[in-house]
Structure formats: structure tokens, C-alpha cells
């Protein structure tokens, strides 16, 4: 079964940087699209950064450009996201998806203080 297991998150300063992690089991990891989304206390779910399948194109929310980036290593079945210049509005449960796959992880807290 599909499964989607994100880690790297924890209490950072403002200025701090983290690199999460998600680990993909259970469908062909390397033919899909992924992405990371996060979602803030009282807030919608929303799209933060997404990569192809190969890797070659990459999107990013306006908030998040220029200070997070997206990879992905198909042999391990993993994709990243590193966040430097943290803001205490990055504050966030982050979960990464495959496009068209109807599953989410149990996410990993992201808390940057002031």
C-alpha cells in the first residue's frame, strides 16, 4: 500500500534552516510528480513546492521562493525540501503528495520562533 513518510521537521529560530524528508513506498515513486504542502493552525492546506517526476521542472509558492527548494533522489524513493531563511510564518505541519494519489502522510511539525 501506498505509504508517504515525512520527517526533518522541528523548532528553529527565525533566520534557521531545516531539510525535510519523505520517504515513498507502494507505487511507482520515479513516474509521479511530488509535492509538499503545508497547513498552519485555522488555516487551509496549501501548496508549497513541487517537482516532475525526473526532477527537471520545479514551482514554488511566491511566499516560500528564492528560500526553500525541491529535490527528489528517484533510487531512494525520496523526496526533500530544504527551508533556509525561516520566517515564523513558515510555522506549519508539512506533508508531501503524489500528484493523483489520494494519500497523505501524518505530516512533520515545522515551528519557527521569533
Known amino acids: 500500500q501506498v505509504q508517504l513518510v515525512e520527517s526533518g521537521g522541528g523548532l528553529v529560530q527565525s533566520g534557521g534552516s531545516l531539510r525535510l524528508s519523505c520517504a515513498a513506498s507502494?507505487?511507482?515513486?520515479?513516474?509521479?510528480?511530488m509535492s509538499w504542502h503545508r497547513q498552519a493552525p485555522g488555516k487551509e492546506r496549501e501548496l508549497v513546492a513541487r517537482?516532475?517526476?525526473?526532477?527537471?521542472?520545479?514551482n514554488y509558492a511566491d511566499s516560500v521562493k528564492g528560500r526553500f527548494t525541491i529535490s527528489r533522489d528517484n533510487a531512494k524513493n525520496t523526496v526533500y525540501l530544504q527551508m533556509n531563511s525561516l520566517k515564523p510564518e513558515d510555522t506549519a505541519v508539512y506533508y508531501c503528495?503524489?500528484?493523483?494519489?489520494?494519500?497523505w502522510g501524518q505530516g512533520t511539525q515545522v515551528t519557527v520562533s521569533s
Open positions: 507502494g507505487f511507482t515513486f520515479s513516474s509521479y510528480t
Open positions: 517537482i516532475t517526476s525526473a526532477g527537471s521542472v520545479t
Open positions: 503528495n503524489a500528484r493523483s494519489i489520494a494519500y
